[in-house]
C-alpha cells in the first residue's frame, strides 16, 4: 500500500524567511511524485510533477527536489501570497490512482 | 475552475436521504474523479472513472454510486445519507490514464454536511 507522510502539519514565516517542506513516501515503484497548493475553499492547484530522484523544478519562489524516499518542497523568500496548504501525492506502478498526504498548511506573516 | 464546475457548492441534509453531487467539464478529459476530503485523512478517492459509462471503485467506495452518461457529466450519488459522509467532495479531471502524471484538475469543492 503506497503511503504519504508530509511534515510539518503546519509552518509559520515571516515573509522572507525561507523554509522546506517534506514529504515522506512509501511506494511500489514510483511513476511520479506531486505537489499541488490549495487555497481556502478551492481545490488543489498542481504545480509540479517529479518522475525519478536527483530530479528538480522550480517555479517563482517554489522548489521541489527528489530523492528515493522523500521530496522536499523549498520556499524561498516567501510572500504572504504564498500561505496556503500544500499537498504531496504519488503514484505507484501497481496502481493508477493518487494517494495524497494530509497537507502543511504554510502560513507567511508580513 | 477552468473548465470544470461541481454543483451544489454547499448543501445540508437529512440523514438517510439520497444526495447527488454533480461534476461537468468543458476540457473533453476522459478520465473524472471523485475525491472526499476530511481532517486527518487528506483526499481520498471515491470512484473514478475512464470513459461514458466505465467506472471503478476506489479506497472508500462503500455507501456511493456513480454515473457517467456523456463524457462531460460525473454523478456522484449518496444512496442514503449518514453522518459519516459530511465532507467536502472534489472532482478532479485529467487527460489520460498517464494523466496522474501530467497532474489533475480540480474542481472548487461541494461542502456537504448530514444532519
Known amino acids: 500500500e503506497d503511503q504519504v507522510t508530509q511534515s510539518p502539519e503546519a509552518l509559520r514565516l515571516q515573509e522572507g524567511e525561507s523554509s522546506s517542506l517534506n514529504c515522506s513516501y512509501t511506494?511500489?515503484?514510483?511513476?511520479?511524485l506531486f505537489w499541488y497548493r490549495q487555497d481556502p475553499g478551492k481545490g488543489p492547484e498542481f504545480l509540479f510533477t517529479?518522475?525519478?530522484a536527483g530530479e528538480e523544478k522550480e517555479k517563482e519562489r517554489l522548489k521541489a527536489t527528489l530523492t528515493k524516499k522523500e521530496s522536499f518542497l523549498h520556499i524561498t523568500a516567501p510572500k504572504p501570497e504564498d500561505s496556503a496548504t500544500y499537498l504531496c501525492?504519488?503514484?505507484?506502478?501497481?496502481?493508477?490512482?493518487?494517494?495524497f498526504g494530509e497537507g502543511t498548511q504554510l502560513t507567511v506573516n508580513p | 475552475d477552468a473548465g470544470i464546475t461541481q454543483s451544489p457548492r454547499h448543501k445540508v441534509t437529512e440523514t438517510g436521504t439520497p444526495v447527488t453531487l454533480r461534476c461537468h467539464q468543458t476540457?473533453?478529459?476522459?478520465?473524472m474523479y471523485w475525491y472526499r476530503q476530511d481532517p486527518g485523512h487528506g483526499l481520498r478517492l471515491i470512484h473514478y472513472?475512464?470513459?461514458?459509462?466505465?467506472?471503478d471503485k476506489g479506497e472508500v467506495s462503500d455507501g456511493y454510486s456513480v454515473s457517467r452518461s456523456k463524457t462531460e457529466d460525473f454523478l456522484l450519488t449518496l444512496e442514503s445519507a449518514t453522518s459519516s459522509q459530511t465532507s467536502v467532495y472534489f472532482c478532479?479531471?485529467?487527460?489520460?490514464?498517464?494523466?496522474?502524471?501530467?497532474?489533475?484538475?480540480f474542481g472548487s469543492g461541494t461542502r456537504l454536511t448530514v444532519v
Open positions: 478532479a479531471i485529467s487527460e489520460s490514464g498517464q494523466g496522474a502524471i501530467y497532474g489533475y484538475t
Open positions: 511506494v511500489s515503484g514510483l511513476r511520479g
Open positions: 517529479l518522475y525519478s
Open positions: 501525492a504519488v503514484r505507484g506502478f501497481s496502481g493508477s490512482r493518487l494517494t
Open positions: 476540457e473533453n478529459h476522459r478520465y
Open positions: 472513472s475512464y470513459g461514458v459509462k466505465d467506472t
